[in-house]
T-cell receptor
Framework: AQSVSQHNHHVILSEAASLELGCNYS??????LFWYVQYPGQHLQLLLK??????LVKGIKGFEAEFIKSKFSFNLRKPSVQWSDTAEYFC????????????FGAGTTVTVRA | DTEVTQTPKHLVMGMTNKKSLKCEQH?????MYWYKQKAKKPPELMFV???????INESVPSRFSPECPNSSLLNLHLHALQPEDSALYLC???????????????FGPGTRLTVL
């Protein structure tokens, strides 16, 4: 079955550490890719997105993600995290031509310790 | 402005009650969505409206009834819910469902629903 996989269920790290969250998908063909973040008690916010062009995309709050087509991956990175980055992170994929349907990964809980 | 608003923020209802959730956006978006999200889980799509017409119903039980009165408003009518329907209900919107390029979906803050 087509799916979106986030490999890390829970990541715990200290402030200033680097963060990388994995996301892989199994859809063939063209896809559109998103990372959303959900801070505690807050709504889903778009961190960044990739539709086409430069596979390295930069988002808000110092996050970036790299689309590697050959690996069906769209990993999220941040060089130096802050306590305020504690949140739930969701990768989402929309296969081109599938109109509205966003398929979400299971999510990764990131806890940053001060 | 990428704001989607939802009311109420919290709702507690009994299994025999009838209530409604409301979603509003003034970004001129023509697609609107209802999602259900359980704690620590990803959102699950329930319904999609495109140009005020129901486009997708993800086999949602009939105790959930969506309505799109105009291009800015989306309601979710609730009746005879079960305790397992307790969840965060998210509304989202996107710009143009007829565009060749995928739209970005923007989410509201959600309504936290508890069914007793």
């Amino acid at each position: 079955a087509q799916s979106v996989s986030q490999h890390n269920h829970h990541v715990i790290l200290s402030e200033a550490a680097s963060l990388e969250l994995g996301c892989n998908y199994s859809y063939g063909g063209t896809v559109n890719l998103f990372w959303y973040v959900q801070y505690p008690g807050q709504h889903l916010q778009l961190l960044l997105k990739y539709f086409s062009g430069d596979p390295l995309v930069k988002g808000i709050k110092g996050f970036e993600a790299e689309f590697i087509k050959s690996k069906f991956s769209f990993n999220l990175r941040k060089p130096s995290v802050q306590w305020s980055d504690t949140a739930e992170y969701f990768c989402a994929v929309n296969p081109s031509g599938n109109d509205y349907k966003l398929s979400f990964g299971a999510g990764t809980t990131v806890t940053v310790r001060a | 402005d990428t704001e989607v608003t939802q009311t109420p923020k919290h709702l507690v209802m009994g299994m025999t009650n009838k209530k409604s959730l409301k979603c509003e956006q003034h970004m001129g978006h023509r697609a609107m969505y209802w999602y259900k999200q359980k704690a620590k889980k990803p959102p699950e799509l329930m319904f999609v409206y495109s140009y005020e017409k129901l486009s997708i119903n993800e086999s949602v039980p009939s105790r959930f009834s969506p309505e799109c009165p105009n291009s800015s408003l989306l309601n979710l009518h609730l009746h005879a819910l079960q305790p397992e329907d307790s969840a965060l209900y998210l509304c989202a919107s996107s710009q143009d469902p007829t565009s060749e390029q995928t739209d970005t979906q923007y989410f509201g803050p959600g309504t936290r629903l508890t069914v007793l």
